[in-house]
T-cell receptor
Framework: DAKTTQPTSMDCAEGRAANLPCNHS???????VYWYRQIHSQGPQYIIH???NNETNEMASLIITEDRKSSTLILPHATLRDTAVYYC??????????????FGTGTKLQVIP | EAQVTQNPRYLITVTGKKLTVTCSQN?????MSWYRQDPGLGLRQIYY???????DKGDVPEGYKVSRKEKRNFPLILESPSPNQTSLYFC?????????????FGEGSRLTVL
């Protein structure tokens, strides 16, 4: 599995967009980029995923560079409840692809009032 | 309601006393996995299972055992717990097929080994 690199921590003002970067320079052609977040010590929660096109859902947007070596998770209007640790992972797109998956330490996002 | 249920949620035990942390999912998922989380080390995978009777080691399997006799259950067994296994444990499941495959996590089990 490709490994990912994320900044250790970031701050964002409430109401502003939070842009969380992730490097995955060794990603393979058949690997998706997934984002999860963990609030406090709760179980991580799925946010969004993508292969090569930009994706948007009710929670966030995912921008993947054309070479797929990096991506950015965008929370368009950050709220205090978005304060969490955000994990970027990659996994194969084929069936049963999770297998051995490393979450790493993620990015601690602090939303400031 | 779709969920992954872990028990116990909190446990304090002593070194060497065998314990089992249960994990059950009601989504008919093929894939299940155990993670441990320690300060500064993120989530590390202990074991995973692609389906019934199919299990494999993750990054930190030492000191743990698992079994997958039924699709819905994936217990984590500590035969002889040691203090370095004090941690927050998460079970997760996912469908093994399809393009979504998001992981669903349990609420966690906080284990303290004295």
């Amino acid at each position: 599995d490709a490994k990912t690199t994320q900044p250790t921590s970031m701050d964002c003002a409430e109401g502003r967009a939070a842009n969380l970067p992730c490097n995955h320079s060794t990603i393979s052609g058949n690997e998706y980029v997934y984002w999860y977040r963990q609030i406090h010590s709760q179980g991580p929660q799925y946010i969004i995923h993508g292969l090569k096109n930009n994706e948007t859902n009710e929670m966030a947007s995912l921008i993947i560079t054309e070479d797929r070596k990096s991506s950015t998770l965008i929370l368009p209007h950050a709220t205090l409840r978005d304060t969490a640790v955000y994990y970027c992972i990659v996994r194969p797109a084929n069936s049963g692809g999770y297998q051995k998956v490393t979450f790493g330490t993620g990015t601690k996002l602090q939303v400031i009032p | 309601e779709a969920q992954v249920t872990q028990n116990p949620r909190y446990l304090i035990t002593v070194t060497g006393k065998k314990l089992t942390v249960t994990c059950s999912q009601n989504m008919n998922h093929e894939y299940m996995s155990w993670y441990r989380q320690d300060p500064g080390l993120g989530l590390r995978q202990i074991y995973y299972s692609m389906n019934v009777e199919v299990t494999d080691k993750g990054d930190v399997p030492e000191g743990y055992k698992v079994s997958r006799k039924e699709k819905r259950n994936f217990p984590l067994i500590l035969e002889s717990p040691s203090p370095n296994q004090t941690s927050l444990y998460f079970c997760a499941s996912s469908t093994g097929q399809g393009l979504t495959g998001e992981l669903f996590f349990g609420e966690g089990s906080r284990l303290t080994v004295l």
